[in-house]
C-alpha cells in the first residue's frame, strides 16, 4: 500500500458546535455509523456530554466504550497513549471509530498548551492508521483562540453539519508554538544533581513535597515522577540536572531540568514495544501527574508535572 494511500487512512476532524441538541445529534450519528460498518467504537468525553451520548444511543451504547475524559484524560499527556492508542491498539485488524473531547470549558489557562499539543500530536501518532477521530469543540463557549487552534490541528472542521477541509492545517505549528519557556516559581526549592545525588533528590522532593501538603499516594507519585527524570537526565541530558519544587494553585509543581534536548515530539506519549527496555520514564510520569508540561531548546530541556493533593 503506497504512502498516500496510508494517510488518507487516518481521519481527525474537529466538530464545531453550539448546543446540547447539536452536540447529541452529530456525535450520535457519528457512533451509529462506526457501528454500522462494524468498527469497534469508543467516546472519551467530560461526564455532561458522555450522558448526551449515552442517552442518544439508548441500547447501542453497550456496545460503546464510553469513558469520562475528566478523569481518563486530566492530564491531556496520557491521552495518546491511555486511551487512544490503548483503544486502537486492541482491535489492530480493523478500522476504529473515536470521539475524543480534550478540551471544553473547564480547562484551567495552564493546562491549554498541553491541550493543543495533544491535539496536534494526534495527527504523528496516528499516522497511517485506519482510524477516524471527532473531536468536538463547542463555540458557545470556548475561546476564539482555541477555536482557531482547532483549525490548525485538524485537517477538517465540521460546522453545521458540512465538513470542509481547513485551510491552515498545520501540526507541526501548533507543537512548536506551545513549546513555551518554563521559569520556576521565585520561591521554589531547588535541588542540583548528579548520578551520585539521584537518591538524595528523589528524598528531597518527596520532602519538600510533603511539607506543601502532599500525603500517602501522591508521595509516592513524586517520588516515581522524579526518579524517572532525574535518571532521564543523568542518562540522556548531559549527566547532571536541577529539581525545582513549589506550590502553586492549590497544587504542588515539581519541575526537572537539564541541559539535554528532547527531539522526539511523541516523547512520553508512544506506547512501548513488546520487549522493549527502557524509554517508558516519561510516559510513567504522564500517568501519575494531574498535567505535565515540557519546554525544550537547544540549551536544555525542563519537564514540569503538577500534582494535586
Request: proline share 6%.
Amino acid at each position: 500500500m503506497s504512502s498516500v494511500a496510508l494517510n488518507e487512512m487516518f481521519a481527525h476532524p474537529a466538530l464545531f458546535y453550539r448546543t446540547g441538541q447539536e452536540y447529541a445529534e452529530q456525535t450520535v450519528s457519528f457512533v451509529r455509523d462506526g457501528l454500522a460498518a462494524g468498527e469497534p467504537v469508543a467516546v472519551a468525553v467530560p461526564g455532561p456530554n458522555l450522558e448526551l451520548i449515552r442517552s442518544g444511543l439508548g441500547a447501542d451504547a453497550q456496545d460503546v466504550l464510553l469513558l469520562d475524559m475528566t478523569e481518563a484524560g486530566r492530564n491531556p499527556g496520557r491521552i495518546i497513549p491511555g486511551v487512544l492508542r490503548a483503544f486502537a491498539d486492541s482491535h489492530p485488524e480493523k478500522r476504529v471509530r473515536i470521539i475524543g473531547e480534550p478540551i471544553w470549558a473547564g480547562r484551567s489557562p495552564v493546562e491549554y498548551p498541553a491541550c493543543a499539543q495533544h491535539e496536534a500530536l494526534i495527527n504523528a501518532a496516528f499516522e497511517g492508521r485506519a482510524a477516524t477521530i471527532l473531536c468536538p469543540y463547542d463555540e458557545s463557549r470556548l475561546d476564539a483562540e482555541v477555536l482557531a487552534d482547532a483549525r490548525v490541528t485538524h485537517p477538517t472542521v465540521i460546522t453545521g453539519g458540512r465538513e470542509q477541509v481547513s485551510g491552515v492545517y498545520d501540526w507541526q505549528a501548533v507543537v512548536a508554538r506551545y513549546n513555551e519557556a518554563l521559569v520556576p516559581a521565585a520561591d521554589a526549592a531547588v535541588f542540583p544533581f548528579g548520578a551520585e545525588e539521584l537518591p538524595e533528590a528523589r528524598h528531597f522532593a518527596v520532602g519538600r513535597a510533603g511539607l506543601l501538603g502532599l500525603t500517602g499516594q501522591r508521595l509516592q507519585d513524586v517520588e516515581l515522577a522524579v526518579a524517572e527524570l532525574t535518571t532521564n537526565s543523568v542518562v540522556h541530558g548531559g549527566g547532571r540536572g536541577t529539581v525545582h519544587i513549589w506550590a502553586e494553585a492549590g497544587q504542588v509543581v515539581c519541575e526537572v531540568r537539564d541541559r539535554g534536548r528532547l527531539i522526539d515530539p511523541l516523547a512520553g506519549r508512544r506506547p512501548p514495544t513488546r520487549g522493549q527496555i527502557g524509554g517508558r520514564g516519561l510516559m510513567l510520569v504522564h500517568y501519575v501527574a494531574d498535567l505535565v508540561r515540557v519546554h525544550t531548546s537547544d540549551e536544555g530541556t525542563a519537564v514540569r508535572f503538577y500534582l494535586s493533593h
